[in-house]
């Protein structure tokens, strides 16, 4: 799909590293003009620079997506450097509690795990969409996890409690921005093999995860990129308010 976001501005938050990286770095290759969202500096000129080496755009930017000011200046900051977001990749999260019962999880855990999720999507949705609205086009990716779903033991509750409620936004944005011209959909991988899991997950363990996926292996940062490059470009013309399972077919049941 080489071309495919030609001369199109995008943001990708959260992109200095893993799921981020690898959307950034994709569309970058399919002719996209990348706004490299994230709050760590080193990480974010490491990416601008692996695209740059590969011919193609890509400028950095730091703000704190949970602030709406930060947002907003980093909005105002971008189309003035690169013009107005044509395509927004909501990506930026993460969990930050571990699994564990209910009566376990912490206040701080809770708070953050939403927080870093749920409001720093909404948020992003609220400060790009009305200049999408405005100009009649737009895409937007919102990013999910099959724990929205998928009720298993390993998940912690309010990262999936988080997830499921990006899934909302994502259906109640479609609507509301469908008949502007703009589509809103989501992505909801699961276990993908990005830097820090690779790291973190014991070798037995990837063995006996992979068994729980009908396609036998986990996901590659690669693997969510190309998803997120389908429902960034007009392949995906006449698709809005779907979430898209990136998941080896582990929701299947």
């Given at each position: 799909?080489?071309?495919?976001?030609?001369?199109?501005v995008?943001?990708?938050?959260?992109?200095s590293?893993?799921?981020?990286?690898?959307i950034?770095?994709r569309?970058?290759a399919?002719?996209?003009?990348?706004?490299?969202?994230?709050?760590?500096?080193?990480a974010?000129d490491?990416?601008?620079h692996?695209?740059?080496?590969?011919?193609?755009?890509?400028?950095?930017f730091?703000?704190?997506?949970?602030?709406v000011?930060?947002?907003?200046?980093m909005?105002?900051?971008?189309?003035?450097a690169?013009?107005?977001?044509?395509?927004?990749?909501?990506?930026?999260?993460?969990s930050?509690?571990?699994?564990?019962?209910?009566?376990?999880?912490?206040?701080?855990?809770?708070?953050?795990?939403?927080?870093?999720?749920?409001?720093?999507?909404?948020f992003?949705?609220?400060?790009?969409?009305?200049?999408?609205?405005?100009?009649?086009?737009?895409?937007?990716?919102?990013?999910?996890?099959?724990?929205?779903?998928?009720?298993?033991?390993?998940?912690p509750?309010a990262y999936a409690?988080?997830?499921?409620?990006?899934?909302?936004?994502?259906?109640?944005?479609?609507l509301?921005?469908?008949?502007?011209?703009?589509?809103?959909?989501?992505?909801?991988?699961?276990?993908?093999?990005?830097?820090?899991?690779?790291?973190?997950?014991?070798?037995?363990?990837?063995?006996?995860?992979?068994?729980?996926?009908?396609?036998?292996?986990?996901?590659?940062?690669?693997?969510?990129?190309?998803?997120?490059?389908?429902?960034?470009?007009?392949?995906?013309?006449?698709?809005?308010?779907?979430?898209?399972?990136?998941?080896?077919g582990?929701?299947?049941?």
């Amino acid at each position: 799909m080489s071309g495919e976001l030609e001369d199109r501005v995008v943001l990708v938050t959260g992109a200095s590293r893993g799921i981020g990286a690898a959307i950034a770095r994709r569309f970058a290759a399919g002719g996209a003009n990348v706004a490299v969202h994230g709050r760590d500096r080193d990480a974010l000129d490491a990416v601008t620079h692996d695209i740059r080496r590969d011919l193609g755009r890509a400028t950095s930017f730091v703000a704190d997506v949970t602030r709406v000011d930060e947002i907003e200046r980093m909005r105002d900051a971008i189309t003035g450097a690169l013009g107005p977001v044509d395509v927004l990749v909501a990506n930026a999260g993460g969990s930050f509690e571990a699994p564990g019962p209910i009566e376990d999880a912490t206040e701080q855990g809770f708070r953050a795990s939403v927080d870093g999720n749920l409001t720093a999507t909404f948020f992003t949705l609220k400060a790009f969409l009305p200049a999408m609205k405005t100009r009649g086009r737009g895409a937007i990716i919102t990013m999910s996890s099959a724990a929205a779903r998928r009720a298993h033991v390993r998940n912690p509750i309010a990262y999936a409690a988080a997830k499921a409620g990006i899934e909302a936004i994502t259906r109640i944005a479609a609507l509301q921005a469908g008949p502007f011209g703009v589509r809103v959909n989501c992505i909801a991988p699961e276990t993908i093999l990005t830097e820090r899991n690779i790291g973190r997950i014991p070798d037995a363990m990837k063995v006996s995860l992979a068994e729980d996926h009908p396609l036998k292996r986990l996901g590659v940062p690669d693997d969510v990129a190309s998803a997120a490059l389908f429902l960034a470009s007009d392949a995906s013309s006449w698709v809005t308010g779907v979430v898209l399972d990136v998941a080896g077919g582990s929701v299947l049941a």
